[in-house]
């Protein structure tokens, strides 16, 4: 991030490392670790997709149907002013030379990133609105057309008090971004084959944390956290259909305790929806709730109730099937990480630890089912952090982990799946602890 922003790099570091503990109380209960077989799939040597020399952040990848990667980021272009940059890579080839999605005059950050299996690509993310600050930032977006290059582009929100952009789309090319804008969120959708975005429609009055998934049919989900009138920070869910308003939200987590950090996915057939998020209480767990057409299911805890668990992440298969990810702090400065699933008809399974030397887990699933993660390995020398991944197909157990990078200073990982099950890693790295010290993003691909 730029100067000014209030972050230098140690800065930054200081609060990963906070993150990755979250709590400082030493949780001694210990279960077995999964054994798992060989790493199946073959990651290509990281490459370096921004300026060697730069400073990068906030990566974000996706892969379209055809197996080509973008991966979109945050790049030092002045003291004050970050730009958002791209770059692209077909299977088999290289990387292309990064190209400048923002207005380099406006300080740009919290960059998004979707692909369609047709090969539409949609980048979102804030920018400033004129060239001083005080008057206000606003949600940006940029197209990718199959075969084309980028569009201009174009303001999707009103300036002022926005934040948090997020993007999600659907196999036939519809896409969704939602914003928080003041107290409130708001969202636009760009309809398959449209050329401009939708009028923003109200979420929720207020709320904080959000997502949101687009399912096949277009019908757009969201999660996020708002507090009650108790003061208590609950877990919401609502979804809108394709020319619908959002419908009135509902209140997923209990009361008397804190939820926090949601999670919202869609199965391949959009008949589901899962919501995933972490419920803080003297132990921080991780619940879950699903919506059939039968409505909502009951509120379930599905991490072990006697370890902290953080940053759930899922995916729903194109049978229903459910498969969860979490970050476990074994103590105050070490993590691991678990999985758990659900059939489509079933409850929760008990969860697996994948490992105990992983953090902030990402998963994706493919069009054959098999479920994808990876997560990040810091050590505390910094000398041989990790990239590292599992794979676990249809009714299958989880292999792995392989390695996809073991190099110095590796922050942020990202994943992005296609359904053919090709998958673009992305991650940061840092080249030391000043704020204009170089830090470069990083990638590799599964093919």
Not at 68 to 80: C, G, K, L, P, Y
Not at 157 to 182: E, F, Y
């Amino acid at each position: 991030m730029a100067a000014g922003k209030g972050q230098s790099m140690t800065q930054a570091r200081s609060r990963i490392a906070f993150r990755l503990a979250v709590v400082t109380a030493v949780v001694t209960t210990t279960s077995a670790v999964t054994t798992l077989p060989a790493q199946a799939a073959s990651w290509t040597p990281p490459a370096t997709v921004s300026a060697p020399d730069g400073v990068a952040s906030q990566q974000q990848a996706a892969i379209d149907g055809a197996g080509t990667a973008t991966v979109v980021w945050a790049e030092r272009r002045t003291a004050d002013i970050d730009v958002i940059k791209a770059a692209r890579r077909a299977p088999g080839g290289s990387w292309s030379a990064p190209v400048t999605l923002s207005n380099p005059e406006r300080d740009a950050d919290e960059p998004q990133i979707v692909a369609a299996p047709d090969g539409l690509v949609v980048a979102a993310w804030v920018e400033n609105a004129t060239a001083s600050a005080a008057d206000g930032r606003r949600v940006m977006a940029a197209t990718l057309r199959p075969g084309g290059s980028w569009d201009a582009a174009r303001a999707i929100s009103a300036a002022g008090g926005v934040s948090r952009p997020r993007l999600a789309s659907n196999k036939h090319g519809d896409a969704i971004v939602a914003w928080h804008q003041r107290n409130g969120l708001r969202s636009s959708r760009l309809n398959a084959g449209a050329t401009s975005w939708g009028t923003p429609q109200p979420i929720a009055g207020s709320g904080r944390q959000h997502e949101v998934a687009l399912d096949f049919s277009g019908t757009a989900h969201a999660a996020w956290k708002d507090t009650d009138s108790e003061g208590i920070d609950r877990i919401k869910a609502s979804r809108a259909t394709r020319n619908g308003a959002w419908e009135t939200a509902t209140t997923l987590s209990r009361a008397g305790r804190h939820g926090e950090q949601p999670a919202v996915v869609t199965g391949k057939d959009g008949s589901t929806v899962q919501v995933l998020w972490v419920l803080r209480s003297s132990v921080r767990v991780v619940q879950a709730a699903h919506r059939t057409s039968g409505g909502w299911s009951q509120v379930q805890t599905i991490s072990d109730k006697t370890r902290n668990a953080v940053r759930p992440e899922g995916v729903l298969d194109g049978q229903g099937n459910a498969t969860a990810v979490w970050q476990v702090n074994l103590d105050s400065t070490q993590s691991g990480v678990a999985a758990a699933g659900r059939p489509a008809s079933g409850t929760w399974g008990t969860p697996e630890q994948l490992t105990t030397a992983g953090a902030a887990p990402q998963i994706g699933v493919d069009d054959g089912r098999t479920v994808h993660v990876v997560w990040l390995v810091n050590r505390a020398t910094d000398a041989d952090d990790r990239v590292e991944a599992v794979l676990r197909p249809p009714s299958g157990t989880w292999s792995g982990p392989g390695t996809v990078a073991a190099e110095n200073e590796l922050w942020s990982v990202g994943l992005a799946v296609d359904g053919s099950g090709r998958a673009v890693a992305v991650w940061r790295q840092t080249v030391g602890p000043g704020d204009t010290d170089p830090s470069r993003v990083r990638a590799s691909v599964a093919e």
